[in-house]
């Protein structure tokens, strides 16, 4: 079975500049998610999907960041414009359902590694 | 609100030594848990979880962890440590009782072995 894909895997740009993740899901996976990882910490949720719709983006900076999940499959992750406390890894994960009651394994991607100058 | 403390930031072990891994929880709700371990550059692996059944949970590579509610407690354990056990550890815990799947992370505890 494939794994969750994400690209690219490093990514290094400068402050001001706009850049843009991609992940693909497990397939048949309902539930998508994007966290992010700075240096020494754990990861942080920073937006959930059910399908091609919003579960969760409460931690989500939404002046800067925005993500989209069309068709329910894929989806792009967007900073724009970076800041150098946006330095991290943006990581991916899926699982099949995530509902009340149901605890589902989450399955991540490898990550991307962005680092702003 | 849920939350997770990872006691060591770093653990040192010797090959062939018990591991003992440190997580205290915190849930308002009945707590699903989790161990993950990352490898450099590399993704998330789930070791092992716990979702209400046996308190006593077996994973991946020998790893196991006790529930303890009474201690709050999430300990993960391995009898004998291998060198390519050396990685980072994460004890994450997700709210059953809420409307998501939502994962809170602790901040990592890094394991070395030793030859």
């Known amino acids: 079975e494939a794994g969750v894909a994400q690209s690219p895997r490093y990514k290094i740009i400068e402050k001001r500049q706009s850049v843009a993740f991609w992940c693909n899901p497990i397939?048949?996976?309902?539930?998508l998610y994007w966290y992010q990882q700075i240096l020494g910490q754990g990861p942080k949720l920073l937006i959930q999907f059910q399908n091609n719709g919003v579960v969760d983006d409460s931690q989500l900076p939404k002046d800067r960041f925005s993500a989209e999940r069309l068709k329910g499959v894929d989806s792009t992750l967007k900073i724009q414009p970076a800041k150098l406390e946006d330095s991290a890894v943006y990581l991916c994960?899926?699982?099949?359902?995530?509902?009340?009651?149901?605890?589902?394994?989450?399955?991540f991607g490898p990550g991307t590694r962005l680092t702003v100058l | 609100a849920q939350s997770v403390t990872q006691l060591d930031s770093h653990v040192s072990v010797s090959e062939g030594t018990p591991v003992l891994l440190r997580c205290n929880y915190s849930s308002s709700y009945s707590p699903s848990l989790f161990w993950y371990v990352q490898h450099p550059n590399k993704g998330l692996q789930l070791l092992l979880k716990?979702?209400?059944?046996?308190?006593l949970v077996k994973g991946i590579n020998g790893f196991e962890a006790e529930f303890k509610k009474s201690e709050t407690s999430f300990h993960l354990t391995k009898p004998s440590a291998h060198m390519s056990d050396a990685a980072e550890y994460f004890c994450v815990v997700s709210d059953r009782g809420g409307a998501t799947n939502k994962l809170i992370f602790g901040t990592g505890t890094l394991l070395a072995v030793q030859p």
């Open positions: 397939s048949g996976h309902a539930t």
């Open positions: 994960a899926s699982s099949l359902v995530a509902a009340r009651g149901i605890t589902d394994t989450q399955y």
């Open positions: 716990y979702t209400s059944a046996a308190t």
